[in-house]
DNA sequence: GCCGACTCTCCCCCCGGGGGAGGGCGCAGA
DNA sequence: TCTGCGCCCTCCCCCGGGGGGAGAGTCGGC
């Protein structure tokens, strides 16, 4: 009699499928307690049989085949608990999103809305402590918090108060292929040091097409859209990176439904009165590459 | 002057990246208002913003490409706001699954809980309308829901009583392979007429090492597990369909954590007393192709 | 020793995405 | 009118996390 349990009786055990059971094999995540070296054949225990079911329920719980990995081989408990802790935060952000989407889906659906004041808006030279790089679209939120914390570490150790609300320039790449440049800033009134990624630079002035979204940012996307509509049918076409300014954001109030949000649009300048064609605004493209983008301002 | 948005306007206006843009439009669920035939350039237009948006959530709630093509291909309103509201019901059951798969994770990584009581029970043959099929692990849930609608109108129509709860048959093969046959039935005292899928069987008489599962049915593999580790410990293998009873199911109560599962798991015979070697045990195997399974009942 | 059920590896498929190559097109400035 | 650059095209390969199935080897009861 062989001592344990084959792939198929372990699978009826687990539930989990044979096919799978190999795969987590391959994987690492699950070695089977012998294999016979001549037949392949794999032999588990039941002593596995709770792993599996871990495996299993981190799965159902979106947990990529390699965390998982990560997670059975941290030894310390508590460094363990750390990253289950983690993703369930994460799983707990998505059905989060997934409310917020079947909302935002309904008011889709039933379309009605205010109508969307739009205005012109030439956006003066701003100098402000900015942190910028270049990020993938799926990131750019956690990125956008990361730095926003290293900015108010800098103004707090400078002992600089911000002279605006904060935003963030992101290029249009970013939507288009899902990655580009971003910049989020902090303006004021008098350069900081520069440290770790921070820097002092000078928003260059822009004319832009400024919007308010209101609410949390699940739906900015709708907002966007609304107003990248009125521009193309105003014949104005874009140029360089978009400008968010946070006018009430996450860092002021938790209650997501009293955020505002500017979004600035750039548009080719000879707007208001005389509608341009497409053609003659792409001419605002032509400032050369980086256009719109900030210079690094006097440092120190 | 072109009339009309490139894809990379429209991707900056929907952010939808190009890719998916193009996919899209491979896929027929959103045309470019025109392309140029000689060139290929996609050329979109405002009109089509809100319609990038809805596909745009409905792909973050996870609806498959194809069911989107299905509703925007959906003229009648009606049945369209049915298929969302298909889609929606599906995704509630989802978050729901998801919670439970956390609570169950955390009992898990706890790892306690009262013994587990197996007991060796004979099934006697039973007679009971059933309906059987082919399935596939991810649709069993479904299929059970509907084959037991037919039987009970098939019960009401013969007015016929239940003699006991119902239960089903589970090919283990519906495990290791996530597809096999599966079986759900109503035992009833006397035959009913066939009708539609309906069939009047007798379940024959097994051996069964039983547990119940308490609560809901997301942790079941749970308590397979436990049942499953029992049974190999014993060094008792299994063979035939495994055996479910829904002693207080969906059909009772809408209080999940009031239902209760009694899991019976064919073994061999020779238990209490002697444990059989596992290659003993598998002699039961051999009743032959669809040993365990129900034979057709005297009709009429 | 036979034979059927089980298991092995290997390859292709699915979905919903992304990266990138190589080449054609649009358009404004020279 | 040409040139140059950015945009767009198609095509192919990659990813993760699954499934189907072929062909060959193994296990174990009879």
């Known amino acids: 009699m062989r001592t344990g349990l084959t792939i198929g009786d372990f699978s009826r055990i687990t539930h989990l499928s044979v096919k799978m059971l190999r795969r987590y094999h391959e994987a690492g995540l699950l070695e089977p307690a012998e294999v016979d070296p001549s037949s392949g054949y794999r032999y588990y225990t039941t002593a596995q049989v709770p792993t599996a079911q871990v495996i299993h329920r981190f799965r159902e719980l979106g947990m990529p085949v390699r965390e998982i990995g990560r997670i059975l081989s941290t030894p310390d408990p508590e460094a363990r608990a750390l990253l289950v802790a983690e993703h369930l935060r994460r799983v707990e952000h998505q059905l989060e999103s997934t409310r917020s989407a079947v909302a935002t889906l309904r008011r889709l659906l039933v379309p009605t809305g205010p109508p969307v004041e739009v205005d012109l808006r030439t956006r003066p030279p701003t100098r402000a402590v900015a942190i ?80 308010v979204h209101r609410g949390p940012h699940d739906d ?11 521009i193309a049918e105003q014949a104005i076409t874009v140029s360089g990176p978009v400008h968010e300014i946070y006018v009430v954001g996450p860092r002021d109030t938790p209650d997501t439904s009293a955020w505002r949000t500017e979004i600035g649009w750039p548009v080719f300048r000879t707007w208001a009165g005389q509608p341009s064609a497409s053609g003659a605004a792409r001419e605002a493209d032509r400032v050369g590459p980086g256009g719109g983008w900030p210079r690094p301002g006097a440092h120190g």
């Open 132 to 211: 910028g790089a270049t990020v993938v679209r799926d990131q750019v939120l956690a990125w956008y918090d990361e730095a926003m914390t290293e900015l108010d570490a800098t103004l707090a150790a400078a002992g600089l108060e911000p002279s605006g609300p904060h935003g963030g320039l992101y290029d249009d790449t970013l939507f288009t292929d899902g990655r580009g440049h971003a910049l989020v800033y902090i303006p004021v009134h008098v350069p900081a040091p520069a440290g770790g990624r921070v820097r002092t630079v000078t928003l260059p002035a822009a004319e832009l097409a400024v919007t």
């Open 220 to 230: 900015i996307d709708v907002t966007y859209g609304v107003l990248g509509t009125y």
